[in-house]
């Protein structure tokens, strides 16, 4: 399975980025994707996750109402969807793919993750 995460990139603080998240090599459709981060020096966080059919998801509390992550099952592809970004948002941001349908916050739970993009937010 791969998963190939892009989108990222420099922003200011205010603007707006899309991560997308490509997978192959498995059925995509019937799978929970999560998103995770890590900013420099700390550890990896949970972000949002999604169930395999998309309407079920929940955030971390900080990116509530500002992210939305979403899926196209005919692109094997997840979204993540930021609004409103602050500097502490600034991060490389994971996706990862959960052998369940359901969602899960745990990273523990995932089991195919992707390589990572960098999003940095200046204030």
């Known amino acids: 399975v791969q998963l190939q995460a892009s989108g990222g990139g420099l922003v200011q603080a205010g603007d707006s980025l899309k991560l997308s998240c490509a997978a192959s090599g498995r059925t995509f459709s019937n799978v929970a994707m999560g998103w995770f981060r890590q900013a420099p020096g700390k550890e990896r966080e949970f972000v949002a996750t999604?169930?395999?059919?998309?309407?079920?998801?929940s955030y971390k509390d900080s990116v509530q109402g500002r992210f939305t992550t979403s899926r196209d099952n005919t692109r094997n592809t997840v979204y993540l969807q930021m609004n409103s970004l602050k500097p502490e948002d600034t991060a490389i941001y994971y996706c990862?793919?959960?052998?369940?349908?359901?969602?899960?916050?745990?990273?523990?739970?995932?089991?195919?993750w992707g390589q990572g993009t960098l999003v940095t937010v200046s204030s």
């Open positions: 999604i169930n395999w059919s998309g309407d079920i998801r």
């Open positions: 990862a793919l959960r052998l369940y349908p359901s969602t899960s916050s745990h990273d523990g739970s995932y089991t195919y």
